[in-house]
């Protein structure tokens, strides 16, 4: 069964660096999510993409965070300055279009930790 | 207002018990919800979507109700394997269709 995959499982970095959390959607998925997690929390949407341009994004995504599809394969979300309370899971979802728009595919997540 | 809201539990109940879940949400112009599941630092994963007219998957079964805004979960038959979280999740009334997480109702099954 295709999934969703990403990398790294888990990203430690300081405060102030930039990460790159990477995704691979299932190929003929059309609209490209990114949610985060803080441990213990629930799950909250970041940005939706859709035919390679940002449809919504939340408050929380603001102008530290960016999303690309660089080469039609991998989704990104960039963080340009790691804060400590960007430290949670991240998530990426993909669905193949708007017919069940609610039935999204997760990926497994990426830990990430700010120290 | 949250926008979506569950009774966080956890819920302990034994093997074989019968276990229902409730949830309330906002925004009465929402269209569609469903339940994921999620396993302890694992992604969520669909379990079902609800329709008004209510919807059975083996042991589970869901229910919408519009008027009140309540949604359910029933599950039946309870197994060592459905110790979970239990997300309701609406879909946000915008071109991107986002997900709008509750913050889950754990459930543990016992032995």
């Known amino acids: 069964e295709p999934e969703v995959t990403q990398t790294p499982s888990h990203q430690v970095t300081q405060m102030g660096q930039e990460v790159i959390l990477r995704c691979v959607p299932i190929s003929n998925h059309l609209y490209f999510y990114w949610y985060r997690q803080i441990l213990g929390q629930k799950v909250e949407f970041l940005v939706s993409f859709y035919n390679n341009e940002i449809s919504e994004k939340s408050e929380i995504f603001d102008d530290q965070f960016s999303v690309e599809r660089p080469d039609g394969s991998n989704f990104t979300l960039k963080i340009r300055s790691t804060k400590l309370e960007d430290s949670a899971m991240y998530f990426c979802?993909?669905?193949?279009?708007?017919?069940?728009?609610?039935?999204?595919?997760f990926g497994p997540g990426t830990r990430l930790t700010v120290t | 207002r949250k926008e979506v809201e569950q009774d966080p539990g956890p819920f302990n109940v034994p093997e074989g018990a019968t276990v229902a879940f409730n949830c309330t949400y906002s925004n009465s112009a929402s269209q569609s919800f469903f339940w994921y599941r999620q396993d302890c630092r694992k992604e969520p994963k669909l379990l079902m979507s609800?329709?008004?007219s209510g919807n059975e998957d083996g042991r589970f079964t869901a229910q919408l109700n519009r008027a009140s805004q309540y949604i359910s979960l029933l599950i039946r038959d309870s197994k060592l394997s459905d110790s979970a979280t239990y997300l309701c999740?609406?879909?946000?009334?915008?071109?991107?269709?986002?997900?709008?997480f509750g913050s889950g109702t754990r459930l543990l099954v016992r032995p």
């Open positions: 979802a993909t669905t193949p279009g708007l017919a069940v728009p609610g039935e999204q595919y």
């Open positions: 999740v609406a879909n946000g009334m915008d071109s991107s269709y986002k997900l709008i």
């Open positions: 609800v329709y008004s």
